[in-house]
Structures are given as structure tokens and as C-alpha cells.
């Protein structure tokens, strides 16, 4: 299971965040109302520090537009070769990018070929030059006997009516070269990963099956998504045009099946899309519980409970899911007056902050569902089979070679036991760990009111405790054990000497230590023999890790049952937010735990910082942040330097990577 994502492209396996920048930013409404002052805009480089949330979040890909220079709300282009300057200029949009893909994060963009805005070079022509310009073929329908609001003396087809939005002649060799070329500055300008195609279900087909071959050549897995709300979806993904398109379908049945309790209207959606003879056969819809375009989901349910079970299933079916900016805070908003602005709201980065805290049950929900995505093979690539289906009760299974995942939800207001059909075999629940057999072909379940559950067989072992609250047998290393089966206690581990991470944490300036009690093993740390550094360590090489970890660095105290903590200091911070610190002397055994704790350090400027923990493996050094685990060989400067470096690009100082090795 551990290498399936290298056998299917990337967006395969993708969990998107999308993000309206000129909203999010708050910039003038329009173009004429910019000034430069002071030189580019820096909100691309405000967006970096967005990364670690988007982290946080389980997001793979980002969906970020419109960028091009544009006269307003972003989609009346007037300069295809630049971003937008009220976001900032072309090199901080590079360094954007540069600093996802660091984090493992593919940026798409909007392509906006439909049309332009009246101030593209092309237009400005035709309306300077009229029948004698070159370009005057560059637009649909161009009339020179009639007129419009503008008074350009001629009329023009334009999409929607809207003539601030003259509809380019997509049949029109030069035209669709120009488009080209445009698509091949993107990548090599700003090494983009796909591209989101604006009003896609009316572009030229014979344009869009050029730009996939185009697509084809010009970067591995070169992703393009179209903008369709309505029609046969296959007409745009298949092998010869799009590799997806939006799910408009899915996405009305998600709100209102839950609305109207009707999950028929849901399974039915997937059945038409996604079943035995379905229409998407060869690739998968772009999954969205909100957009730029729609009202805010939580204006759109009647009962904000039925939010989870939504971004549940949304995750869950075959699709490509994604969160709208603002969408993991549950914000409101609604269209109104012609007015976009209450569905792209201006966002700054201590809102994010704030929100965070305000919704952490909702966003830690999300997260855990990107974390499904990532390690469960089945959400992905898995075939997906309806299980038990009422108006109030779903279940389906997602299912690939030996792993089997059975996604449950209950839309009533009530407690509902189910049971769901599926194989022979034990079942885990993904988020508690709970076990449920599978006896005679049936799974029974009880769900609370508004609830869902995922369970998983086979592929996947579940890592966290077990239902009573006791650690896991095996998170014991055998060698720790003594011959009854329980963990023996070295004579020397409970100490209160300093360790080399203990050096490092001594060292910051204004920095007063004091001791606090510990319970361990009975002792307290004040109890625990006296030895040296030197004789702690050689105790404590028999671990996996070694290290120190700030207990006020994690959102979460789930990954402290990951640890086993042999002394414990008070240290008063002088120049530091929180002033108190607790400084937490560990071992780790599990493999995976860098990871794991690198989805709960924080990254909050108002909960002081990017947090970093810094520890040894063996003869590896390992700094973790908030997404990121870094490590190097001891002895290796190169790498060592490397490290520090990507540590100054996250806000680490010099003097906080003053670590032991």
C-alpha cells in the first residue's frame, strides 16, 4: 500500500484549497483605483505563510485565481503575461509557487481564454483601428453598423451579454497560438502545475483538445479543469480533452439531499456519474462544497449539523475534493445585489488565527479527512460500491485490492443503528480506533444524530489508542518488556540530568529554569537518580527518537501519548510568548512519528510563532515544523546547512537553531 500514489498521477489522490485572491486580500475593486506606492504589492508572500494551515489541513493542491492583470473582479483580462499588480508582481508569484512546492503543494491557476477584458492590447486595436485593425477577427461577431453602452460604434458578441467581457474568437488560428503561447509563459515563467478553464462549457472543443495535447507534452501531469455547470459531463473528460470539470451535480444534491433527507438524490448523482455504465469513465470531477460563485454552505443547510456529514461525503465518493477559502471556518455568505463580496471575503492572516481557535473543532475535522485522503489508498483509486441506502441512512464502500473502507452517515436528528453490508473480516473505525467484526456479511453500527463513521479493512493499521484508553500493546518494543509481557523500567531513566536537547533549551538569553514534578513510574523527577549527560543518553539509545518538545509548540495533546517523557522543566521565557514554557525530555518509537507531529506543531503568530521541535534518530537529526520534517546525517554541513536555511525561510532565528547534536 505504501507506494500507490507513485502509480497514479497526483490530482489522483489531491485534496484542493481554493482561494479567490483579490478577495481574500482585500484589494481595490478596480485597476484605475491602484497605485503603486513603494514599489509591488507582498500578498503573495503573505499567502506563503498560509502554508502551514493549508498543512494543517491535509491540502496537496492549490486552486489559486484569477491572476492574470485584470480591470476588476479578475476575469476581464488585460495583461495574460502578468499577475494581477494589486496582488504583486511576477516574481513574487514565482516565490509563491516555489514555496508550495516546497511544502508538497501543486498550484493551479485560472485560465481565463473565453473572453477578455476591454483593455487587452487586441481590443484596444480593434476599437482604435475598426476595420482596418489586424485583430479585428481576434473577436465573435464583430459588427461595425452597431453600437453598445459604450458607444464604440460597433457591437460584438460577449458572454453573457456583459460587453465588458468581448468574447474571443476561439476559431481563429491566431488566437488560439496567442492562448498557447500563454499557457507555455505559465509554466516556464512560474512552473504551474494545471490550469482551471473558465466557462469551459463554452469554449471551442477543437481549443481545449489542443491545449491537452499541449498539456501532454509540456510538464508531467499537467492537469486541466474545466468550469461546466450544466450538460454530459463526459463530453469534456475523456482521454482527448479535460482531464475533470466541476461537479456542479454533486454539489447541489450534497446540500439539499441533506436539506430535504433524502439521500436518494445523492446516490442517484453518484450512480448517474460513477456507476457500472456511468457517464465519468475516464477521470475524476472536481469535488466543491463551496466556490467563488455559490452562497456559503452554512447559509445553504437548514441545520449547521448536517456540515460534517457533507464535507464526509464529499471526501469520500470518487472525486477530486476541495475547501473554499473561509469553508473550514464555516463563514457565512450570500450573494446579494449583484454583489460577489460577501462570498469573497477579505481574510487577513490574524483572521485566520482567530478563526482558527473559534472553529478548531470543525477545521481538526477536516483535517483528519485529509488525513484519510493521504493514507487511505481506497479514497482515491478505489471502486466505489453502494452499501444500504435510506432516505435518512447512506452507506457505500470504497475499495481497492485488499483495503476496503466503508463510509456511513446519518442525516436524522436522532441516534440510528445500521447495519452495512461488507465482507468477512474486522473493521476499524478511522478516527477512534473502535473494532467492529463483520458477522454473517454485515456490519452493525451505531450513529449518533448528524454522524458519520469510516471504517477500514485491510492496508491500514490503525495508530492512535484503543477504545478504553490504554496504550497499544505494541508501542512497546519488545526489548522493553519484561517476561510477564510488561514494559520494563531502565534503572537510570528517570533522571533529571540534561541531555543535549537539554543544553540547547538552556540556552536561550533571559531563559530561567525552575522544576516542576513529574510523575513517573512513580518517582517524581525530584526523586529520579542523579547521573550524567553522557550516562542519560547511552540509556536512552535503545529508542527510535531522542528529544525535547515544548508542550505549549502542539494544538493538540494527542501526540503526547506517541512519547514517553523522562524529565520535565518550567522554563521562564524573558522576550517570549507564552512566558512560561514547559519543556518536555522524551523518547519516541513509532516510525512514523515526525510526521505525526509535524501535523500538530503550530504556526501561529499569536500563539507564538513557527514552533519547531529538534531531535535525534540514531545518527540522524531531525527538525520538525508545523508540515515539515527536515533532517539531516550528523556530520553532514551541507545538509545541516540546507536545513537551517529552509528553518530562516519559516521565521526560525539563528540563535533558536542552536541545536545539540
Known amino acids: 500500500m505504501s507506494n500507490w500514489k507513485e502509480n497514479c498521477a497526483w490530482y489522483e489522490s489531491a485534496v484542493f484549497y481554493h482561494i479567490y485572491p483579490l478577495g481574500m486580500c482585500g484589494v481595490e475593486k478596480h485597476r484605475e483605483e491602484y497605485q503603486e506606492n513603494g514599489g509591488p504589492r507582498q500578498h503573495f508572500a503573505q499567502m506563503e505563510q498560509l502554508i502551514p494551515h493549508m498543512k494543517r489541513l491535509g491540502v496537496t493542491a492549490l486552486y489559486i485565481g484569477p491572476c492574470f492583470e485584470s480591470e476588476g473582479h479578475g476575469y476581464e483580462t488585460i495583461d495574460y503575461y502578468k499577475v494581477d499588480a494589486r496582488l504583486g508582481d511576477n516574481v513574487g508569484f514565482r516565490h509563491f509557487v516555489d514555496a508550495c512546492h516546497a511544502a508538497e503543494i501543486r498550484v493551479v491557476v485560472d485560465g481565463v481564454f473565453n ?73 516556464k515563467e512560474f512552473d504551474i502545475d494545471g490550469i482551471r478553464l473558465d466557462c469551459a462549457d463554452v469554449l471551442n472543443f477543437d481549443f481545449m483538445k489542443e491545449m491537452r495535447q499541449l498539456a501532454n507534452t509540456i510538464k508531467p501531469q499537467f492537469w486541466l479543469m474545466g468550469e461546466v455547470i450544466h450538460g454530459d459531463y463526459s463530453r469534456w473528460v475523456n482521454r482527448d480533452i479535460l482531464h475533470s470539470v466541476t461537479n456542479y451535480e454533486l454539489h447541489k444534491g450534497l446540500y439539499s439531499g441533506h436539506n430535504d433527507h433524502n439521500y436518494f438524490e445523492i446516490a442517484h448523482s453518484i450512480r448517474r456519474l460513477f456507476g457500472d455504465g456511468g457517464l465519468v469513465r475516464e477521470g475524476k470531477l472536481y469535488t466543491f462544497v463551496e466556490n467563488h460563485d455559490v452562497n456559503r454552505l452554512i447559509n445553504k443547510v437548514k441545520d449547521p449539523a448536517h456540515m460534517k456529514n457533507i464535507y464526509l461525503i464529499a471526501y469520500t465518493l470518487p472525486g477530486i475534493p476541495s475547501i473554499y477559502y473561509g469553508g473550514e471556518f464555516r463563514l457565512s455568505g450570500v450573494q446579494a445585489n449583484g454583489s460577489d463580496d460577501a462570498i469573497r471575503p477579505a481574510l487577513s492572516l490574524s483572521d485566520y488565527a482567530v478563526l482558527s481557535e473559534k472553529e478548531s473543532d470543525f477545521v481538526e475535522f477536516l483535517a483528519m479527512l485529509g488525513r484519510a485522503k493521504d493514507e487511505l489508498a481506497a479514497l482515491s483509486i478505489g471502486k466505489y460500491e453502494e452499501r444500504l441506502l435510506t432516505n435518512r441512512q447512506f452507506a457505500y464502500a470504497r475499495v481497492w485490492n485488499e483495503q476496503t473502507v466503508l463510509v456511513a452517515a446519518n442525516n436524522d436528528e436522532n441516534p440510528a443503528d445500521i447495519e452495512i453490508r461488507a465482507q468477512g473480516g474486522e473493521y476499524v473505525d478511522y478516527m477512534t480506533g473502535k473494532k467492529y467484526p463483520c458477522e454473517n456479511g454485515k456490519v452493525s453500527v451505531k450513529l449518533a444524530a448528524h454522524s458519520g463513521i469510516l471504517l477500514v479493512a485491510g492496508g491500514w493499521e ?154 535525534k534518530g540514531g545518527d540522524v537529526k531531525y527538525i520538525v515544523l508545523r508540515g515539515r520534517v527536515l533532517s539531516y546525517r550528523i556530520g553532514d554541513e551541507a545538509a545541516k546547512a540546507a536545513v537551517r536555511e529552509e528553518c530562516r525561510k519559516r521565521g526560525v532565528n539563528d540563535k533558536e537553531m542552536n541545536w545539540e547534536e
Open 462 to 615: 490503525f495508530k492512535g489508542e484503543e477504545e478504553n484508553g490504554a496504550k497499544e500493546e505494541e508501542k512497546v518494543p519488545e526489548n522493553k518488556r519484561n517476561d510477564s509481557g510488561e514494559e520494563k523500567v531502565p534503572e537510570n531513566e528517570n533522571t533529571n540530568a540534561g541531555s543535549e536537547c537539554d543544553k540547547a533549551s538552556k540556552e536561550s538569553d533571559g531563559q530561567e529554569s525552575g522544576r516542576v514534578e513529574l510523575e513517573n513510574n512513580g518517582k517524581t523527577a525530584e526523586e529520579s537518580p542523579k547521573t550524567e549527560a553522557g550516562e542519560v543518553v547511552d540509556n536512552l539509545c535503545g529508542h527510535r527518537f531522542c528529544g525535547v518538545l515544548i508542550k505549549e509548540s502542539i494544538n493538540t495533546e494527542d501526540i503526547l501519548d506517541e512519547i514517553e517523557v523522562y524529565n520535565m522543566r518550567l522554563l521562564k521565557q524573558a522576550d517570549r510568548r507564552p512566558r512560561y514554557q514547559t519543556a518536555l525530555y522524551f523518547t519516541a518509537d513509532g516510525e512514523d512519528f515526525p510526521q505525526k507531529l509535524s501535523r500538530v506543531m503550530i504556526a501561529d503568530p499569536d500563539r507564538g510563532g513557527n514552533w519547531f521541535a529538534d531531535f
Open 115 to 187: 473572453h477578455s477584458g476591454r483593455r487587452f492590447f487586441a481590443f484596444e486595436e480593434l476599437r482604435k483601428h475598426r476595420e482596418g485593425s489586424p485583430y479585428r477577427d481576434w473577436y465573435c461577431n464583430v459588427n461595425f453598423g452597431g453600437n453598445n453602452e459604450f458607444n464604440d460604434c460597433f457591437s460584438y458578441e460577449a458572454w453573457h451579454g456583459y460587453n465588458i467581457l468581448p468574447r474571443l474568437n476561439l476559431w481563429n488560428r491566431a488566437v488560439r497560438d496567442y492562448l498557447l503561447d500563454v499557457i507555455r509563459f505559465w509554466v
